[in-house]
């Protein structure tokens, strides 16, 4: 007998204790649009969905309601309907609602106004969610027309207290996986699992959604799929709208901010090489907003660990995580953090957008560097102690000019020391991992990274294998390097002029690049020129990264401008090739063809050609040319007048112009000769097959 009475009782209060509503809404059979008071701050207007039946006008109906704001207690409220009909609205445009509290004298008002007028109009349905009051309390509500027709309708409500919530206990049972419910002695109850959001508790995905209808006295289990901190348990009766009691014991419960959190959310992963970010969108379960930065695993390997980058904190807009300039590559990922644990993610695809080879040949280091897409590349001599290798001065960069087709790049450096390793990277992103390759037995590459704020390295790993035959071209370009070094040393020491060096004045070297041979011929002297002697050397080659920011030919007539200004000489060194160069710039310089803007070397024969026709000779050049690649013949007559050396047998005699002053007449004995045939046999052994593409454009 009592269970039929407490269902009766429960029906009555029906029409005022329905579900909770989750914020101040409006719905009318009309568009429209909703302005209130500050009690109830902006309602939302819109038609509804599905339109309960209609009230027949004029009414106004008034009944209760749970209103449930975010982080806000539900308490009691009035949901207002009301009809108006089509007869009394001729030239109305909206309404206005009055509410007063009779027992503490609160008051609000809401309006809703018409968007549009309509030629032949219907009857107004109106409801409104709801106005907020004290249980106990009688509430006024009032209608009116605007502008103000003299239709007036009134209606008041006691708010009565709502039911108590279904009382339950529970027990987490982790073995099992599953929360076990049961009922006390009296009405059975509907229960079921849910992940708490921000206005509701949704469902958990099918299998482990259930709703179970549980008898008093009776008990249930009900499994989870992931132990999650919104993770609740959900208790109402089984009749319509009845109300609920809620339960969430998990969120301050340790282990569910553990692996199982991270297992129930999945990444999307939308990052990309073509734009430099890093991008991954969330789908949670429950309202996270970790914080991602970045981590770089030395291997490609989920229990490997993940080094923090520093000042790398993507961004986040509703659950999408993104970070520009970055490299994008397999073990660059992002770490996310939440409460007292954290997660690695690394991009999906294996994919990296560029690579780098090595070979050797004479005293350089020649670094291939494949791109998919257009990019800038530094590159570094390093020294490995204690398992770091530390870029040292210079840097040599290279650049792959915007819009042009992807291909292959070449990086030139010379060989100082035997055990030098190479670091390279990608100098246009803010993150980007360096790439080392060291000649210690076997080539290695590692996971060093270079970011603009970090303090060190990651440890290096990773081998790749290059052939063994270069490591006697390695042996030869150190013997050479060796020899010239001697050389210009006592150079040095027999040539020093009275203001004590020649650190201060710069060279600049000019070239044509006709031949592998010569290019690293050319990049060998300027090598030796500043580390044997200390000049000021400017070498496209070297300064790839300012020549491809300013423009070639300003590049150049800013280097002519500082040489001049400093007393320094313009090195142009001479090949077959350079006199062929010579004959087209000469036959296109007659003609009025305009020259190629990319065209050091045409630029510098006009510089050039300019200045002899001013001056009567070129004040500040030297042509030098080395005799295996160039005979005196190949020299231009117009060229003739400049001062002229050739290498390696007036090496002293070039010095001598370099630093301004003749040299002492010196004897080269066996030295000379060795130095000729180093350079002979270093030229023949290690000439690469082929010239990158990247190469081509250089003076």
Not at 471 to 481: Q, R, S, Y
Request: overall charge positive; proline content about 9%; hydrophobic content about 40%.
């Amino acid at each position: 007998m009592g269970r039929p009475v407490l269902l009766a009782a429960a029906a009555l209060l029906l029409p005022w204790v329905g579900a909770a509503v989750t914020r101040f809404r409006v719905s009318a059979n009309f568009e429209c649009r909703a302005t209130a008071d500050s009690t109830l701050s902006r309602p939302r207007c819109r038609r509804p969905a599905r339109p309960g039946p209609p009230l027949e006008p004029p009414a106004l109906a008034l009944s209760g309601a749970r209103l449930c704001l975010p982080a806000q207690p539900c308490r009691p409220c009035l949901r207002v309907r009301l009809a108006l009909p089509a007869a009394e609205l001729s030239g109305v445009r909206g309404l206005q609602l009055n509410f007063l509290e009779l027992g503490s004298n609160r008051a609000g008002w809401l309006q809703v106004w018409r968007r549009h007028r309509a030629p032949r109009s219907s009857p107004w349905q109106v409801q409104f969610d709801c106005f907020p009051a004290e249980s106990g309390q009688q509430v006024l509500v009032s209608l009116r027309t605007i502008p103000d027709r003299g239709l007036a309708l009134s209606r008041r409500r006691l708010v009565t207290a709502e039911l108590p919530g279904p009382v339950f206990n529970h027990a987490w049972v982790p073995e099992a996986r599953a929360i076990e419910v049961w009922v006390p002695e009296g009405p059975a109850l509907m229960v079921r699992l849910c992940h708490q959001l921000a206005l509701e508790c949704e469902e958990l995905p099918r299998p482990f959604h259930q709703q179970v209808l549980v008898l008093g006295g009776s008990r249930v289990s009900l499994p989870y799929e992931f132990l999650v901190p919104c993770l609740c348990i959900e208790a109402s009766y089984p009749h319509h709208d009845s109300p609920r009691s809620k339960r969430c014991p998990f969120r301050d419960q340790p282990a569910a901010y553990g692996p199982e959190l991270w297992s129930s959310v999945r990444f999307h992963d939308y990052s990309a090489s073509s734009k430099d970010q890093m991008a991954m969108v969330l789908s949670t379960s429950c309202p996270l907003h970790p914080r991602a930065t970045l981590c770089w695993r030395d291997v490609a390997a989920e229990t490997a660990p993940c080094h923090d980058i520093p000042n790398s904190t993507a961004s986040e807009e509703e659950q999408a995580y993104t970070l520009d300039k970055v490299d994008v590559h397999p073990q660059l990922c992002f770490r996310f953090s939440y409460r007292n644990s954290s997660h690695v993610e690394c991009p999906h695809q294996p994919e990296t957008a560029w690579n780098v080879s090595v070979s050797i040949w004479g005293l350089q280091l020649r670094l291939h560097l494949t791109s998919s897409i257009p990019t800038a590349f530094s590159a570094a001599l390093c020294q490995r102690r204690s398992g770091q290798c530390e870029a040292e001065a210079p840097l040599y960069t290279v650049t792959q000019p915007e819009g042009s087709a992807p291909g292959e790049l070449a990086l030139l450096l010379p060989v100082q020391v035997l055990g030098s390793c190479v670091l390279v990277w990608r100098s246009d992103v803010r993150f980007a991992r360096k790439q080392l390759l060291c000649p210690d037995g076997e080539w290695r590459s590692g996971g060093a990274w270079r970011v603009e704020v970090a303090d060190r390295d990651p440890p290096l790993t990773a081998p790749l294998p290059v052939s063994r035959r270069h490591f006697g071209l390695l042996g030869l370009a150190l013997v050479l390097g060796l020899v010239v070094t001697v050389l210009l040393l006592n150079c040095r020491s027999t040539w020093r002029p009275a203001d004590g060096g020649l650190g201060g004045r710069p060279v600049l070297l000019l070239y044509s690049p006709d031949s592998e041979e010569h290019l690293g011929l050319v990049c060998a002297l300027a090598e030796r020129l500043r580390a044997g002697l200390g000049c000021d050397v400017h070498l496209d080659l070297w300064e790839a990264g300012g020549l491809g920011q300013a423009g070639t030919l300003p590049w150049l007539y800013a280097q002519r401008g500082r040489v001049g200004r400093q007393h320094g000489t313009v090195l142009l060194l001479w090949s077959r090739g350079s006199a062929r160069l010579f004959r087209r710039w000469r036959v296109g310089a007659a003609g009025g063809t305009a020259g190629d803007a990319h065209d050091i070397f045409g630029a510098a024969m006009a510089c050039l050609h300019g200045e002899l026709g001013v001056a009567g000779h070129g004040g500040g050049w030297v042509l030098a040319y080395f005799s295996h690649l160039c005979s005196p013949r190949d020299v231009p007559r117009p060229l003739r007048p400049l001062p002229t050396y050739r290498l390696p047998r007036q090496l002293p005699g070039l010095l001598g112009a370099l630093r301004g002053s003749p040299p002492v007449p010196r004897r080269w004995g066996r030295a000379g000769g060795l130095l000729h045939r180093l350079l002979e046999e270093g030229a023949g052994e290690g000439t690469p097959p082929a010239r990158p593409s990247g190469v081509a454009a250089g003076t």
